[in-house]
């Protein structure tokens, strides 16, 4: 009897704890608790790539891509590769897939624009765009190296030599990038842009520029939309388990009100 008395005590303290992780971790009721698509319901889409041998880098920025993309919806929304050549997304808590479809099925939007806002460049017209590091005098310094194709080199010669000293935003689907400063005109067709904290910082960027021009297609194999019935079930079972555990644990604490019979059908004992 003992030792079902200290399981049925173990099993309130660690209720009791688990009470105090949700209040250390500031969840005052269950609504504040980050649920997945499995528990709030969502919208699940698979993407295939067109292409019949995408290659790692494409599938890459197609993700991070889709990433960025979906941070609008959930700041829970998962991307992740299936695969070699499909790439799943889970949004938690959103309920029109047809909107959402609609939304990342359009191509991003990346350009170049000068101080006062005029487009210099598009991101069709970058060859390439890659993160790397240079030596400076002994220091480490992460870059993002760029080439162009050869309209794009034409009209970043002309941009650069109109500019310099003065700023070129980088903007992906309306948002600020980069913002560095023309030190000279850029007649190679080739650039580097310096200035990265790291070299995780220099591949973002990289990978932002290069999914502005980015050439894998994606075709929808499968949406849904996932009811949160099912989850809600699973916490309330849950809750239910943890309340039955709670009785069970106050109920075998209270040694001096349970009967012989009791007790001996708790300790396996007749």
Excluded: W
């Excluded at 494409?58 to 700041?75: A, F, G, H, W």
């Excluded at 002994?138 to 194709?149: A, H, I, K, Y």
């Amino acid at each position: 009897m003992k030792s079902q008395r200290g399981k049925g005590l173990l099993g309130l303290f660690a209720i009791l704890i688990c009470l105090a992780v949700c209040g250390f971790f500031g969840y005052d009721t269950m609504d504040d608790i980050k649920l997945g698509l499995d528990l709030a319901g969502g919208v699940s889409i698979t993407y295939q790539a067109k292409e019949e041998n995408p290659s790692a880098e494409d599938m890459s920025d197609t993700i991070y891509k889709l990433q960025q993309r979906v941070q609008n919806y959930s700041t829970e929304a998962e991307v992740y590769q299936e695969g070699d050549n499909r790439i799943n997304v889970d949004i938690p808590g959103v309920s029109d897939a047809n909107a959402i479809l609609e939304e990342l099925g359009k191509p991003g939007s990346l350009v170049f624009t000068d101080e006062e806002g005029n487009v210099i460049l598009t991101g069709d017209q970058v060859a390439s765009a890659k993160a790397g590091i240079v030596d400076n005098n002994g220091q480490q310094e992460f870059v993002v190296s760029l080439s162009f194709t050869e309209d794009g080199a034409v009209d970043f010669a002309e941009a650069t030599s109109a500019n310099v000293g003065k700023h070129i935003a980088i903007i992906y689907d309306g948002e600020l990038y980069s913002y560095p400063v023309v030190n000279q005109a850029i007649t190679g067709g080739e650039c580097s842009i310096e200035g990265m904290g790291s070299y995780e910082e220099a591949e973002n960027l990289a990978a932002t520029i290069r999914i502005g021009s980015l050439s894998l297609e994606l075709e929808e194999l499968r949406s849904n939309v996932v009811g949160a019935k099912l989850g809600q079930e699973a916490i309330n079972t849950s809750l239910q388990a943890a309340l039955i555990g709670l009785q069970t644990a106050t109920f075998c604490g209270q040694q001096g009100r349970i009967s012989r019979p009791v007790r001996a059908i708790l300790s396996g004992q007749f």
